[in-house]
């Protein structure tokens, strides 16, 4: 197995002006906007990787206090549905011995929740609005010759990256010949 290597960071004209070339996908046809997809992705990840960066960076550095309570929020709420789910017994004797705090606690979470809502938001867009750039950047730009080789020697093994590592774990890895 080859070792992970970042994809070179590509130049300004070649992600979005001079030699770029967009074009609409063809929306009938998915496999097709599927593959262009995926392809950009692994071509253009550091571009890409960067980008949501920014973009997370700037709503962060407008939204400071938004971001860190929404984050917080989100990871308090996983991190309870987590232990929840790991300790099932613990969790049913405790409702059973302590039904008044439960309910309690039910009630504040739910405050919480409402409360916390337009800094969950706020972090939510941070991350949402930057993968819908890239997924629009990626469905419009056309694929060049470098980008079709750099995608075959990700596909042989010959070298692996980060998108090419993610996109093979969320299923979506291609065989060589596409």
């Known amino acids: ?22 074009q609409i ?9 599927s593959n262009r997809v995926l392809n950009n992705l ?12 920014l973009i997370f960076l700037v709503i962060g550095i407008i939204h400071p206090v938004q971001i860190l309570l929404g984050f917080t929020a989100l990871a308090i709420c996983f991190g309870v549905f987590v232990y929840f789910t790991n300790s099932q017994y613990k969790a049913k004797r405790f409702k059973h011995d302590h039904p008044v705090f439960c309910v309690a606690a039910i009630i504040a979470a739910g405050y919480f929740v409402v409360y916390m809502f337009g800094a969950v938001l706020v972090f939510m867009f941070g991350i949402a609005f930057p993968m819908l750039l890239i997924l629009i950047h990626a469905s419009l730009r056309l694929r060049n ?34």
């Open 1 to 22: 197995m080859a070792q992970v290597e970042l994809a070179p960071l590509r130049t300004m004209g070649d992600f979005l002006f001079e030699t770029a070339r967009f």
């Open 25 to 33: 996908p063809q929306i009938n046809d998915p496999e097709k906007w």
């Open 42 to 53: 692994l071509y253009y990840q550091t571009n890409y990787f960067l980008t949501a960066l």
């Open 145 to 178: 010759f470098k980008n079709k080789f750099a995608n075959k020697m990700e596909y042989v093994g010959l070298k692996r990256t980060p998108m090419g590592i993610i996109l093979e774990g969320l299923g979506q890895e291609q065989e060589a010949g596409s």
